[in-house]
């Protein structure tokens, strides 16, 4: 989740893993939660105000309507009340930006810590539960993260591997000595430079592997999580996703971000997420360079990361909320 240049604002300087179906994850899973029917009430807030400076990133909803948004300022986290638009810090940061982040059922954030690794927290407390160091290559940027039932996966930016941190009996974490490396084959052709590559992260519809977007190079990959074989996924027609970020699966839909177009581009996957059909795209004269998206009821909430604004301390930031048309369901 960044913009495709390296000089965004505030940047700082094998063993087999298997992903259970998509049935197995249940409610184990957070973010995108379908939500009461309430949620579709005109009467709530499409915009929601953020503390100034905060500059957010990532953004997390589970089955309440709460959302948890990560700052690249400081790394603190914030959760604002999907109902009021009211909300408060739960958790201090602690100098590192805070980029991607999940809610698990457990009540734990993982949040991609952007530098070389990642933090678990505990939403109720705001206590850091544990860190870990994923990446050892001197030019890294953890960005993106995923849950699946087994284990939690980060992509980054800056190399061509993949990190997972696999879960144990009860969802325990791991020690940092388990920290799982992948490196990324097959399709995958890794761009030098300043191109942002690997970025969001998902599973496939049947959870038997993940979709990552490569942001600079505008594809998205299938990722087998045994191997790190990937392959292109098979958009038809669509238009490349140069500046593709966050990703949210809905049953077989996935929400794609365009933060550079301020917009979200929807597609109809198989089941196997090896091909896809655009079915529209969805935006917001209020957008401001989004870069992540997450789901409650019949609304998208997109943070405006805006980039492309100088920030300060005082620099106004807010999160969109954006009408998904249509409630999507699982199968056919």
């Given amino acids: 989740m960044t913009s495709t240049h390296r000089s965004f604002p505030g940047r700082l300087s094998r063993r087999r893993l298997l992903t259970a179906g998509a049935a197995t994850a249940g409610a184990a899973l957070a973010g995108s939660s379908a939500g009461p029917a309430w949620a579709a009430e005109t009467s709530l807030p499409t915009v929601i105000h953020l503390p100034n400076g905060i500059r957010p990133e990532g953004i997390t909803i589970g089955g309440g309507p709460y959302a948890y948004l990560g700052s690249i300022a400081d790394g603190s986290v914030y959760r604002a009340d999907l109902r009021t638009g009211q909300g408060r810090t739960i958790a201090p940061g602690p100098g590192t930006a805070a980029a ?7 009540g734990r954030l993982f949040i991609a810590t952007v530098g070389t690794g990642a933090r678990v927290v ?8 544990a860190s870990y160091i994923l990446a050892t290559e001197p030019e890294t940027f953890v960005n993106d993260v995923v849950l699946t039932p087994r284990a939690v996966w980060f992509t980054d930016s800056y190399q061509p ?9 009860g969802g325990a974490l791991p ?3 388990e920290v799982v490396r992948l490196p990324l084959s097959g399709d995958w052709s890794q761009v030098p430079g300043a191109t942002i590559n690997a970025n969001g992260i998902t599973r496939t519809p049947d959870g038997a592997a993940l979709l990552v977007v490569q942001t600079g190079a505008g ?3 299938r990722v087998d999580p045994r191997t790190g074989v990937t392959r292109l996924v098979d958009l ?11 990703l949210l699966l809905t049953g077989r839909t996935l929400y794609v971000v365009q933060n550079m177009q301020n917009a979200i581009d929807v597609f109809r996957l198989s089941s196997d997420g090896r091909s896809g059909v655009f079915q529209r795209r969805l935006t917001d004269p209020d957008l401001d360079v989004p870069t992540t998206v997450a789901a409650y009821g019949d609304r998208l909430y997109l943070p405006n990361a805006r980039f492309t604004t100088t920030p300060t301390p005082d620099t106004p930031y807010d999160v969109i909320a954006v009408a998904r048309r249509r409630v999507e369901t699982a199968g056919r």
């Fill in 175 to 177: 020690d940092a000595a």
């Fill in 161 to 169: 591997t993949l990190y997972a941190l696999p879960l144990g009996p």
């Fill in 122 to 129: 505990d939403v109720r407390t705001g206590a850091e539960l």
């Fill in 100 to 106: 991607g982040l999940k809610l698990d059922g457990r």
């Fill in 219 to 221: 594809g998205l990959h």
């Fill in 236 to 246: 038809g027609d669509a238009a490349p996703l140069v500046n593709g970020d966050g």
